[in-house]
């Protein structure tokens, strides 16, 4: 009796540990957030609010839904630090194509991006969000879209 009430302890124990090892494995997770960029060839993101706690560990899925040679309708996501115009970096980005719309002189003013992507293409970042609460804008910067609306804000609270 002592041997089975044993055994029956043992099992039990290392069920309950495997089960609370798999409920601890996702908090190390990031938070997934999936954005389509283009749908019906319109210059816009799906999503364009975010919200974050400092220091959360977020990872972006960006979808080009256009379709559109990447040439004429490209997109990419790019998180900057608060404070930063995306107007502004976007104009900037015009005209730095080979970098894939990343102006050079202003990569210290990038938190996280995904790449510039065609057709029906997927790109992904990992990051943690900003430690500082406050509104960190992003957009995409490939010619003329963040100055038609393709841009949102993370808002780290």
């Known amino acids: 009796m002592k041997s089975k ?29 999936k954005i389509r ?8 993101f799906d999503v364009t609010s975010l919200t974050a706690a400092p220091g ?3 990872k972006v899925v960006l979808t080009n839904a256009s379709t559109l040679p990447k ?11 608060t404070g930063t115009d995306p107007v502004k970096f976007a104009q900037e980005a015009q005209s730095e194509g080979a970098n894939g719309y990343i102006p050079s002189k202003s990569k210290d003013k990038i938190v996280a991006f995904v790449a510039l992507l ?15 609460p406050g ?6 910067s490939f010619p003329a879209h963040c ?8 808002k780290v609270k």
Do not use: Q
Request: one cysteine or more; glycine letters at 14%; hydrophobic letters at 50%.
């Open 5 to 33: 009430l044993s055994a029956f302890f043992i099992l039990l124990v290392a069920v309950t540990g495997c089960l609370i090892g798999k409920a601890a494995d996702p908090a190390g997770a990031p938070r997934e957030i």
């Open 71 to 81: 040439e004429a309708m490209g997109h990419n996501w790019i998180l900057l630090v």
């Open 37 to 44: 960029a283009g749908t019906g060839n319109v210059m816009k």
């Open 56 to 58: 959360e560990l977020i």
């Open 135 to 140: 509104e960190y804008p992003f957009l995409c």
């Open 118 to 132: 065609g057709p029906g293409e997927t790109g992904e970042v990992t990051f943690s969000a900003p430690d500082k």
């Open 147 to 154: 100055l038609v609306g393709m841009k949102g804000v993370l």
